[in-house]
Structures are given as structure tokens and as C-alpha cells.
């Protein structure tokens, strides 16, 4: 067994017994549906702020726009003004199809060596990685979106439209939700790349992985709690909008396996900000994707740069004409 997987998959299942034992066991209620949740909403409120701000605030002393295609030129050269923008509208919407559809990861490549006797290394189109990133991604946004019923009163119309589409196929009662299935379906997906593909598991550390149990882990709960061992609809949003209004109060009749789900959620949400799952902020502010490759057009200054006395190339003429003349190079003026 590799130690890698192995000690995430034993620290989550930790975590579990601590919250559902610390329930059941020992009426610890107000620890894990009260100061839990509290601090972790404090430190990735706060994580977050400090990470971006530290992002924000950094030097950008060269352009460095990640580009793959043809950069603006000679007017008989056709550019690629998306993947390689220079103006704040096609980095705006290079920006959009990043976020929003993984344009990058759309054409990722993997390298391999032909199985036969030409034994030639070849390159392959890897959509598989791209779908299931987009798979648990949305599904991911929409059970979040969906869980806002237990945060606001009156539900909004557009979060039960979704909850509605969400579960349009209606198999038994209740009802499957599809974002569920897909969401466990594309995170199994995710860590079964990383164990089994030799390449990828051995540039994964340990805090790759413990992410990916703890969805697991807050995915097997929620729908174990839904479909399974139930749990009372009304007492849970009683207290979820005790919590919201500062007024916490601990519901009758709610197991120990609802607090392991909170805590487990508590967990990922303080987790977040010191792991790399913080690319939710950081891809808005980073320079290799929000910058236009303009280079050749215009002087890029670093905007934190103190005044700097440049020496421009007119000064420059003028302190080594003569010394230009005498060795043969051009000069924009003879005297």
C-alpha cells in the first residue's frame, strides 16, 4: 500500500469517528454544530482574504502570458487572438473559457510509446481528464447551489428551478439527484487516476489526495443521510438558519452521522485556503493567464517599481555618436 493514499484515506476516516463517537458517545453537539463550523467559516474567510491579498499584492516585473498560438505581428501573419490575446478583451474572454470551460485542459496531450515494434513516443489526445474535471467541478457547484435551501428564507425561485432539473428523473422516493451521482462518479474518477497511472501518482503528494477522500467522505454521508438513514429536513434547517442568524441552538433528533457530514464539510472549508484547491481564487489573479501579450507594442513597467532614470536611446545616440560613426552604425541623426 503506498503511504501517499493511504494516510489521507486513514485521516479522513478519522475525522469521522471523531465527530460521530464525539456525538454519540460523548453529546459533543455544540463542538461540532456550533464552534466547528464558526471557526471554520473564520479561517477560510480569512485564508482566502490573506492568500489573495498576498496575490495581489506581489511584483510583476515581466508579461508572462502562457500562450500557444500566434502572437500579433507583421499584418500578413494571422494572429490567434484568443490564445494569444493583446488586448483586455481577448484576455477577458480567453479568461471566461479558461473558468468556465478549462480551455487549456480541453487540449491536454500525454506522451506514450507506441506498443509495438517501432517502439516510436507518440502524443494522445487525454479528454477523459478534461470531462471528468468539468463533471466534478459543476456537479460540485450545483450541490452547493442546491444546499442554499438550508441557508435562506424564502428559497429562492432559481435554486429550486435547479433543484428541480437536478432531479427531474424521478426513481423511487425521494427523488435521485443527478448531481450527486456525477459528482461521486467524477471525484472516484480523479483519485483512480491518481493511484493508477504511474506518471501522475508519482508527482502526487499526500495533500493531493485528501481532498479528494474528504469529498468522498462528505459525498458518502450526505447521500447516505438522504437515501438511507434519513434525517429530519426541518430540524436541519432550523438549525442551519441558527447558525446563519448568530442565534445557534442544537436540534432534537439529528444523529451523529449529520455532524460528521458538517465537520467533514467544516474540515474541507478550513482546508482550503492553505491548499491547492485555492486555484478558485488564484486563477483570476494569475499573470500567466489575466495578462495580453503585447510586448512588441508597448513597454511593459512594473506598476510597483520606484521612479527608475532611464537612459533612453536619443541619450544614447547622443553620447556615443561619434564613436557609432567611426565604427560604421546607423545613427538617427549625423550630428
Not at 463533471?135 to 435547479?162: E, G, Q, W
Not at 489526495?209 to 430540524?235: C, E, H, N, Q, W
Not at 478550513?270 to 508597448?298: C, D, E, Q, V, W
Amino acid at each position: 500500500m503506498n503511504q501517499k493514499y493511504m494516510l489521507p484515506l486513514i485521516g479522513v476516516f478519522l475525522l469521522f469517528l471523531l465527530a460521530y463517537a464525539g456525538v454519540e458517545g460523548a453529546n459533543m453537539q455544540w463542538a461540532f454544530g456550533i464552534i466547528f463550523p464558526y471557526l471554520a467559516v473564520i479561517l477560510f474567510i480569512g485564508g482566502f482574504i490573506y492568500r489573495v491579498y498576498g496575490w495581489a499584492s506581489s511584483a510583476v516585473p515581466f508579461r508572462i502570458p502562457t500562450t500557444c498560438g500566434q502572437q500579433k505581428s507583421l499584418p500578413w501573419i494571422k494572429q490567434n487572438c484568443i490564445d494569444n490575446p493583446d488586448t483586455a478583451s481577448g484576455v477577458f474572454v480567453r479568461m471566461v473559457l479558461e473558468i468556465f470551460l478549462f480551455r487549456s485542459l480541453f487540449r491536454n496531450t500525454k506522451a506514450g510509446f507506441a506498443r509495438d515494434e517501432t517502439n516510436r513516443l507518440s502524443f494522445s489526445w487525454e479528454i477523459f481528464l478534461w470531462v471528468g474535471a468539468l463533471a466534478f467541478h459543476y456537479s460540485f457547484l450545483v450541490v452547493l447551489l442546491r444546499h442554499l435551501r438550508f441557508f435562506l428564507t424564502p428559497v429562492p425561485a432559481c435554486v429550486r428551478f435547479l433543484e428541480y432539473l437536478d432531479g427531474i428523473i424521478q426513481i423511487g422516493l425521494p427523488g435521485i439527484f443527478l448531481s450527486g451521482i456525477v459528482l461521486i462518479a467524477a471525484v472516484l474518477f480523479l483519485l483512480a487516476r491518481r493511484i493508477f497511472d504511474g506518471k501522475v501518482s508519482y508527482i502526487s503528494l499526500a495533500s493531493d489526495y485528501f481532498p479528494l477522500f474528504l469529498i468522498i467522505g462528505i459525498a458518502a454521508t450526505g447521500i447516505s443521510m438522504r437515501y438511507f438513514t434519513k434525517v429530519d429536513i426541518v430540524s436541519v434547517k432550523e438549525f442551519i438558519m441558527s447558525l446563519v442568524t448568530f442565534h445557534p441552538s442544537i436540534p432534537e433528533g439529528v444523529g451523529g452521522l449529520f455532524y460528521a457530514h458538517l465537520f467533514m464539510v467544516s474540515v474541507l472549508f478550513a482546508y482550503l485556503p492553505i491548499s491547492k484547491l485555492m486555484h478558485i481564487g488564484g486563477i483570476f489573479l494569475s499573470p500567466t493567464r489575466n495578462m495580453a501579450n503585447n510586448t512588441r507594442a508597448k513597454r511593459h513597467i512594473n506598476p510597483w517599481n520606484y521612479n527608475v532614470k532611464t537612459h533612453t536611446y536619443e541619450e544614447y545616440e547622443n553620447h556615443f555618436r561619434d564613436k557609432m560613426i567611426e565604427a560604421g552604425l546607423p545613427v538617427d541623426k549625423k550630428e
